[in-house]
C-alpha cells in the first residue's frame, strides 16, 4: 500500500482547514510533520492535491476527487477499530439544520439523544438548505436536516416528518372573520413572506402556482419571529411551517385561515454524503428525527 491511514487524516484535516497549521493542531501533531505527511502522500500517489498560495492551500479537482474516498475510508477503519474493541463509541456528531428544524425541532432532538448518551457531544449549524447542502456534501457535517427540495448527485435524502405550511392572520384582521380564502382573498391580501431561496419559501411558491406573480408582498422577512410579530401587528397575512406558530395557534395569537383548495405540504429530509458511513450513532440520530413526539406535542 502506498498510503497510511493517517496520511490521509493529515489530508483531510489540511482539506478541511486550507491551512497546515490547523490541521496540525487539530491533529495534535508538529506543522513540520503534517507538510511531510502531505508531500510524502501527494509522492507516493504521484498527484498534485492542493493549489499553494502562500500559507494558503486551495483543494484541486484532484484533490476533491480523494477526498471523499479517503473519508468514507476513515469513517470505515474507525468503525472497524471500534467493533473490535467493543460498542461503538459515540462522542460526537456534527448536525446541521435549515432555519425551521434548527430553531423548532432540533433541541428536543437533541435533549432525547443525550439523554440516552451522557457522553455525547452534539454540534449544531443552523442556516439555509444550500448551506447544509455544501457542509454535508464537503464533509464539514455528518449529516443535515433539511426543508428544502434540491438535486445533489453525491447526497442521500431521507425523509423523517411530513409537515405542512399554515396561512394565518392577526385575531383582528379582516381575513380572520372569513375563515375559508379563495383565490380572490389570497391576491387581494396583503402579505408577509420569507425570503426567496428558504425552504419555507420554496413550497409557498409551489402552493400558490397559478397566481403567484399576482400576490401582493409587504414585506420580505429571513426570520421567522419577526414574520409572526409582523402579522401580529396587522401588517399582513404569511405562511408558515405548523411548527413554528404551533404555540401562537394554541394560545390564540393568530388565527389559521383554511386554503383547502391549495396543496401546503411538504416533507422534512434528513441529507447524507452516498459515501459517509452511516455509524450507530448517526442511524440512532436518525432514529430521534422520526420521532414525532419529540418537537409536535401539542403545548400547554
Known amino acids: 500500500m502506498r498510503y497510511s491511514l493517517r496520511q490521509l487524516e493529515v489530508f483531510l484535516a489540511i482539506a478541511m ?49 480523494l477526498q471523499e474516498q479517503a473519508q468514507e475510508l476513515i469513517q470505515r477503519a474507525v468503525a472497524l477499530e471500534e467493533n473490535f474493541l467493543g460498542s461503538e463509541v459515540i462522542d460526537e456528531i456534527k448536525v446541521g439544520a435549515t432555519l425551521t428544524i434548527g430553531n423548532y425541532m432540533a433541541v428536543p432532538i437533541i435533549a432525547a439523544f443525550r439523554a440516552k448518551h451522557r457522553q455525547a457531544r452534539v454540534s449544531l449549524k443552523v442556516s439555509n438548505t444550500e448551506r447544509i447542502a455544501d457542509m454535508v456534501a464537503s464533509f464539514k457535517l455528518d449529516l443535515g436536516l433539511i426543508e428544502g427540495e434540491i438535486n445533489r448527485d453525491e447526497l442521500d435524502f431521507i425523509p423523517i416528518q411530513d409537515d405542512e405550511l399554515v396561512v394565518f ?12 380564502l379563495r383565490d380572490e382573498d389570497l391576491i387581494n391580501a396583503e402579505w408577509i413572506v420569507r425570503e426567496a431561496g428558504s425552504g419555507t419559501r420554496q413550497t409557498f411558491e409551489r402552493a400558490m402556482q397559478g397566481i403567484f406573480p399576482q400576490l401582493d ?22 405562511c408558515l411551517s405548523r411548527v413554528t406558530i404551533r404555540e401562537e395557534l394554541h394560545k390564540k395569537e393568530v388565527i389559521e385561515l383554511a386554503v383547502p383548495h391549495r ?12 459515501n459517509k458511513h452511516r455509524s450507530s450513532t448517526i442511524e440512532e440520530w436518525l432514529h430521534f428525527c422520526r420521532q414525532p413526539e419529540l418537537h409536535l406535542a401539542t403545548p400547554h
Open 17 to 65: 482547514h486550507g491551512n497546515i497549521t490547523k490541521a496540525a493542531d487539530q491533529l495534535a501533531m508538529s506543522q513540520s510533520a503534517a507538510s511531510d505527511s502531505l508531500k510524502e502522500l501527494e509522492s507516493r500517489l504521484d498527484i498534485q492535491l492542493f493549489e499553494r498560495a502562500g500559507k494558503r492551500l486551495k483543494i484541486n479537482s484532484r484533490g476533491k476527487a
Open 263 to 274: 396543496n401546503f405540504s411538504r416533507q422534512f429530509y434528513a441529507v447524507l454524503h452516498k
Open 217 to 238: 408582498f409587504v414585506l420580505e422577512l429571513q426570520n421567522i419571529e419577526s414574520t409572526k410579530k409582523a402579522v401580529q401587528t396587522g401588517l399582513g397575512i404569511a
Open 169 to 180: 392572520c392577526a385575531p383582528n384582521h379582516p381575513l380572520a372573520k372569513i375563515g375559508t
